[in-house]
């Protein structure tokens, strides 16, 4: 597993209906420098330009800070990925198997509810 940096810059613009433009005057900044920022099409980033991006965001009512624009996520290897796809067409798509067929519908039961069970089951408490 390898960690990967993810700008999530264009979700926070989209979920909040902003537009680059908007953001970039908001933040005093260069509306070229936004759009890179919204494509992710950037190698680093200066934390003068993190602090204007969460300010100008602040300015437009959201409550923002720097982890909304940028997450260290996780992502598989290729090794990785290739058994996970290979054990979830194994278990037929759904990574709990294969539903029996005829299990559709929620079959009722008359015994006790397991609430009843447990004090037997864990014995003494303490």
């Given at each position: 597993m390898t960690a990967q940096m993810h700008i999530g810059l264009a979700e926070l613009?989209?979920?909040h209906n902003i537009s680059q433009k908007?953001?970039?005057e908001a933040a005093g900044m260069r509306p070229a420098t936004v759009n890179?920022?919204?494509?992710a099409r950037i190698e680093r980033v200066e934390l003068g330009t993190l602090v204007d991006l969460v300010t100008g965001l602040r300015r437009l009512g959201i409550k923002a800070d720097v982890g909304d624009i940028l997450q260290?996520?996780?992502e598989p290897d290729e090794a990785e990925q290739?058994?996970?796809e290979r054990a979830l067409r194994l278990l037929g798509g759904e990574p709990w198997g294969l539903k029996p067929k005829?299990?559709?519908e929620?079959?009722?039961?008359?015994?006790?509810?397991?609430?009843?069970?447990?004090p037997d089951l864990l014995g003494p408490s303490l």
């Open positions: 613009l989209r979920r908007q953001l970039a890179a920022l919204f494509r260290v996520v996780d290739a058994a996970r005829g299990l559709a929620p079959v009722p039961v008359s015994d006790p509810p397991v609430e009843d069970l447990l």
